[in-house]
């Protein structure tokens, strides 16, 4: 039977000696590896000098320092964000350079940006006033940020599904202010492009934006360099910059912008000066010089980051090398995938109060179950916003319940819905004119817009409109049209001598249904009641030779029936540079219209049988614009129209000449007198070269042919053609264009003059 072998009490000691100081030895080692110290970034708000963290994270990164927590304000919070979502600087670096600083913070939408129901009224206003409560309303903000809010969303696509901060890539946090009590609030979850916008809406400059029932402004108003926040997220060791300006002495609130940081800096000055005592290395870039509006110049605030860091080059790399004795896990931050296209499952929409669902579906047209581009998606979008019933518009994806398709979120923030606005405009034709505008939308019916506008001039008009938008694909508008109109219209020889002057007043009400297929092209049906009253004074030679004047009148009452298809992609209202411009519309007058009609004349006997028979007018209006190179663009027109009868009344005519107007009856004309050719049938075709030697200066050169007559089209073939040719100098203002022309052409033997200020309405 075998012993066991007992171990002797001092060889026992020993082994427990050698025990414990094996124990002694990996014990500390492996406490070590499990609690690297936590590295923290600290980036604070300061506008455009916020572009020098990027510069900073450059040498961080090439040093080797692991991130693991990321805090800012208002623009560290940009560049914070983004980092923390897997950007590296050289990915930060290209991203801030190739973005258009200056049309990011401009919320003006160009005309190719705006729907079709829009863009008949962009280039008529320069004033417009919001209207609440029956008065005039301040803006809560210059900008609304549209376009930095879609930008923000871009950016960040890749973790739109991402509700903690604390779970992106780089746990992450950001500060804002609750306008209203004063406080910080601490954005830590939600939808993060959002978070971003609060945390950078300089109050007055940029709007408030909403989370969660708090109305949020810039972070920076209560704190601007957020330590503790990191602190608080987990980091042991604290790396922050502070762009943050100091306080400016008098002479030096030279700008807007510098006296909006004057602002935001009393409240928060000695919390950052706490704030900066915390950090274990702190880094303050050379701001000198820059100012928070300065995003044109940001290669230079990057270099200046890079600078800056580079002088805490011993710190920081020290920093590194302490951290090599801990084993870590760290594999460092990459971008998550983004998908290209979507299946939308399902569509919520949120923020609606008075605007109808089915408004904002209509515009989107987007079909739940289809797979959508996220381009396309961003046009939906964009088409929403369009609208102009929205001050921001902005979407989100994220999985839905049952993870087989993607729930679209559209959240919207609704305009003060009612406008007062008014545009100025004088030339040497029409004189002085006064545009003054009310739209109110959402009256009666969610979805609806009512416009009034009045023209005061010589030349009178007011036009009433009320629409109604369907909500069915594609965007159909529907509704009524009411206008009054005086006109004077003169009567010129073939000597370019005025012999006679007509006064045209017309009165109409038109049932109009609109479908808007897109940002370019429309489909217009109308049905019209049309009330003309002319009073047309002449001179005429008697039987004896002798000239008398005499006097016609036209009074008329018609049905007119219209089809029409506008296509407008031209890239301004004025001054375009890019795009085409082209309408075709058929009108039908019933013989029935008929019944309606008194005709009275001193002259033409046979007008009393106008309008016994039906007849149709047609018309084709087509502009092109070909830029030629950045600073020269080329136009081709060419317009046409005619009538199915030699017997239309006059208000049905054609009206040629002058530069003043143009409409589907008055066709702009080099070289004539305003108006001064009648024509049942037409042709015109041209050429203009637009030149732009200085933004928003522009020299024109520009020439028409054209053939008209009273009779019938055919015979256009064998008339001989009038031409005409003008040189014009513009400039573009914020009240319009100003324009000074000089024409001549083959109708007139003397140089014709033409002023014009402000829109053309």
């Known amino acids: 039977m075998l012993q066991k072998k007992i171990m002797k009490p001092a060889k026992l000691f020993k082994y427990y000696i050698h025990l414990f100081l094996i124990l002694l030895i ?279 980051g890079e600078l800056a860091a580079m002088k805490q080059y011993a710190q920081l790399l020290e920093l590194a090398n302490s951290l090599k004795k801990y084993k870590s896990d760290y594999k460092g931050v990459t971008i998550p995938a983004t998908p290209d296209s979507f299946l939308i499952s399902s569509i919520k929409i949120t923020g609606l109060s008075k605007v109808s669902e089915k408004l904002v579906i209509g515009k989107l047209n987007i079909v739940i179950g289809s797979t959508l581009a996220r ?43 009612d406008k007062f606005r008014f545009g100025l405009h004088y030339d040497n034709e029409l004189k002085t004119a006064l545009l003054l505008n009310t739209t109110f939308r959402n009256v009666w019916i969610n979805g609806s817009k009512f416009k009034i506008d009045a023209r005061l001039s010589t030349n009178p008009e007011i036009i009433g409109s009320y629409f109604y938008y369907t909500g069915k694909q594609p965007g159909i508008r529907t509704g009524i049209i009411l206008n009054y109109s005086e006109t004077e219209v003169g009567d010129y020889n073939s000597e370019s001598n005025k012999i006679g002057n007509a006064n045209i007043k017309t009165a109409g009400a038109e049932a109009q249904t609109q479908a808007l297929f897109n940002k370019s092209m429309s489909l217009n049906l109308g049905a019209k009641l049309d009330f003309t009253f002319i009073n047309y004074l002449t001179t005429r030679l008697n039987d004896s030779g002798v000239a008398e004047k005499y006097e016609i009148q036209e009074n008329s009452g018609l049905i007119n029936l219209s089809a029409g298809i506008l296509y407008n992609s031209l890239n301004r209202p004025v001054y375009a540079t890019e795009g085409i411009y082209a309408n075709i519309k058929a009108e039908y007058i019933p013989a029935s219209s008929s019944d309606l009609t008194a005709i009275l004349s001193d002259i033409e006997k046979d007008v009393t049988s106008l309008l016994k028979n039906n007849f149709g007018r047609y018309t084709f209006r087509y502009k092109q614009y070909f830029p030629l190179s950045k600073k020269i663009s080329l136009q081709g027109n060419l317009r046409m129209g005619a009538t199915t009868t030699d017997k239309a009344p006059l208000s049905y005519l054609f009206f040629i000449g002058g530069l003043s107007r143009e409409s589907a009856s008055y066709v702009p004309f080099e070289g004539l007198h305003f108006l001064s050719i009648k024509a049942r049938n037409f042709f015109t075709g041209g050429l203009l070269l637009q030149y732009e030697p200085f933004d928003d200066k522009f020299i024109i050169v520009s020439g028409k042919v054209g053939r008209s007559t009273e009779d019938k089209f055919s015979n256009l073939i064998d008339l001989d053609s009038f031409y005409g040719y003008a040189i014009s100098f513009g400039i573009n203002t914020f009240i319009g264009p100003i324009a000074f022309a000089f024409s001549g052409g083959s109708n007139i033997n003397s140089v014709l003059t033409y002023l014009t200020i402000g829109y053309n309405f």
């Open 375 to 417: 381009e396309n998606l961003e046009r939906s979008v964009d088409e929403v916003f369009s609208s102009r019933y929205f001050n921001r518009v902005i979407y989100r994806l994220v999985p839905d319940s049952a993870n087989i398709g993607t729930l679209l979120i559209i959240k919207v923030e609704e305009k003060i819905p």
């Open 26 to 304: 990996v014990t500390p080692f492996k406490t070590n590896a499990e609690e690297r110290p936590k590295i923290g970034l600290v980036l604070s708000g300061g506008g455009a000098k916020g572009l020098a963290h990027i510069g900073v994270i450059k040498v961080i990164e090439e040093i080797g320092i692991p991130i693991d927590y990321v805090t800012g304000t208002s623009m560290g919070s940009i560049i914070g964000g983004l980092y923390a979502t897997g950007y590296d600087a050289i990915l930060l670096d290209s991203t801030v350079k190739n973005i258009d600083w200056a049309n990011i913070f401009n919320d003006d939408l160009s005309l190719n940006d705006l729907s079709m129901d829009e863009k008949e009224d962009e280039g008529r206003y320069f004033v417009s006033i919001p209207i609440k409560n029956y008065g005039l309303a301040i803006p809560q903000g210059i900008i609304n940020g549209q376009k930095l809010s879609k930008l923000l969303i871009d950016l960040t696509a890749s973790v739109s599904d991402i509700s903690d901060f604390t779970k992106l890539p780089r746990p992450f946090t950001c500060i804002a202010t609750d306008i209203v009590s004063g406080k910080p609030v601490l954005l830590d979850k939600g939808y993060l492009p959002e978070a971003l916008r609060a945390s950078m809406s300089i109050p007055s400059i940029m709007t408030p934006v909403k989370i969660d029932d708090k109305l949020l402004v810039d972070g920076g108003i209560t704190i601007n360099f957020p330590v503790q926040e990191a602190l608080n997220l987990g980091a042991d060791i604290i790396i922050g910059v502070d762009v943050g300006a100091p306080l400016y002495k008098e002479e030096e609130l030279t700008s807007l912008f510098r006296i909006m940081e004057q602002a935001t800096s009393f409240t928060n000055d000695n919390t950052t000066k706490e704030a900066r005592k915390m950090c274990d290395i702190l880094i303050t870039p050379d701001i000198q010089g820059i100012s928070s509006a300065s995003f044109d110049i940001p290669e230079e605030i990057i270099k200046r």
